[in-house]
Nanobody
Framework: QVQLVESGGGLVQPGGSLTLSCVASTSIFSIYRMDWYRQAPGKQRDLVATITPGGSTNYADSVKGRFTCSRDNAKNTVYLQMNSLKPEDTAVYYC???????WGKGTLVTVSS
């Protein structure tokens, strides 16, 4: 079973930037599609971004043009670069593999002045 560890969250002002990281404990990371999700307080977990093994990406409309997903297969790591952050981006951010693995603890992003 793949273990996932997210990091990089924190408190940032509106308009600021953060880069999240997710490390997957698997020797076959390169074949997995990787997804980023977020869950705001009291809301369901939503898909934010996807990156295929070949590096193709897709984004939710709410983050398109502001967030960029990338991966480093040599480091078993997927990244989420978040720019122009808004208060509505406040959430716990999670990554996962496809097929889905056990969820990690996520990393909290708070956008507030």
């Amino acid at each position: 079973q793949v273990q996932l560890v997210e990091s990089g969250g924190g408190l940032v002002q509106p308009g600021g930037s953060l880069t999240l990281s997710c490390v997957a404990s698997t020797s076959i990371f390169s074949i997995y599609r990787m997804d980023w999700y977020r869950q705001a307080p009291g809301k369901q977990r939503d898909l934010v971004a996807t990156i295929t093994p070949g590096g193709s990406t897709n984004y939710a409309d709410s983050v398109k043009g502001r967030f960029t997903c990338s991966r480093d297969n040599a480091k078993n790591t997927v990244y989420l670069q978040m720019n122009s952050l808004k208060p509505e981006d406040t959430a716990v951010y999670y990554c996962n593999t496809i097929p889905v693995s056990d969820w990690g603890k996520g990393t909290l992003v708070t956008v507030s002045s």
